[in-house]
């Protein structure tokens, strides 16, 4: 959490969700979501406390994310046509793109350097955006599965439900109290030690949830590398 004494405005953080506050001459809190890069700003009388403020924009958290990632959708460009030829991640490991036309049910397979899309030769671009992103997402719910379970037993803490989204903003989010994660499908194109410290860095949102030194002294306990897997997301 960063604030200015000098200023009515400071710059705060909740949940991962960093939000602009400024103090006015108002009875009530506002709080909006700005286009075209999803700030988060809060209006609030200048004598409110700010564990009332947090309480607020908490209970908006997924509100919040709804809107930024409705801002981020609209403004998001096409990157692949997903025809042979394109080189793609998996893992950190980059692979070819190999479309094959069949009648089977559509699949992805990989098979060394090459990653080979079984796909009906009238699919469309969405279409076979949407299969390999499928295959993405259930290559990191397992991944993702796996750590938790790791993680649980080590930290005593129980997640009580996780799952897998496009982000633009973030790699992760959590809510601490429905002891529930999400994870950015773009994770299942990085190191894995990435998805791991990522992981962990939610769950250890249950135990702090500001981004304090106490927080990041939980995270080094389990995983003393973290910082180079935080630089390998930059």
């Known amino acids: 959490m960063n604030k200015s004494d000098k200023s009515s405005k400071m710059r705060l953080l909740i949940h991962d969700i960093s939000f602009e506050l400024t103090r006015k001459n108002v009875k009530n809190i506002n709080l909006r979501v700005t286009a075209?890069?999803?700030?988060?700003?809060?209006?609030?009388?200048?004598r409110l406390s700010l564990d009332l403020i947090y309480d607020f924009v908490a209970s908006k958290y997924d509100w919040i994310l709804l809107q930024q990632e409705k801002l981020h959708a609209n403004g998001s460009k096409t990157k692949f046509a997903y025809k042979s030829g394109?080189?793609?991640?998996?893992?950190d490991q980059q692979y070819v793109l190999k479309c094959v036309h069949s009648r089977i049910k559509p699949k992805v397979v990989l098979n060394k350097y090459i990653l080979k899309l079984y796909i009906d030769d009238q699919s469309t671009r969405e279409q076979r955006q949407l299969i390999i992103e499928s295959w993405y997402r259930d290559q990191l719910k397992n991944q993702i599965s796996s750590l938790?379970?790791?993680?649980?037993?080590?930290?005593?803490?129980?997640?009580?439900?996780?799952?897998?989204?496009?982000?633009?903003?973030?790699?992760?989010?959590?809510?601490?109290?429905?002891k529930r994660i999400?994870?950015?499908?773009?994770?299942?194109?990085?190191?894995?030690?990435?998805?791991?410290?990522?992981?962990?860095?939610?769950?250890?949102?249950?135990?702090e949830s500001n981004h304090n030194q106490r927080f990041y002294n939980i995270v080094a306990k389990y995983m003393p590398q973290w910082k180079e897997a935080e630089e390998n997301l930059s």
């Open 86 to 91: 394109e080189k793609h991640f998996y893992f």
């Open 148 to 178: 938790i379970k790791k993680y649980e037993g080590l930290m005593k803490l129980e997640v009580c439900e996780f799952g897998v989204k496009k982000m633009k903003t973030r790699w992760g989010t959590c809510n601490p109290r429905a």
């Open 36 to 46: 075209p890069d999803g700030i988060v700003k809060v209006s609030a009388p200048k």
């Open 182 to 207: 999400w994870l950015n499908l773009e994770l299942a194109k990085k190191p894995l030690e990435c998805l791991e410290y990522v992981v962990l860095h939610e769950m250890s949102h249950f135990l």
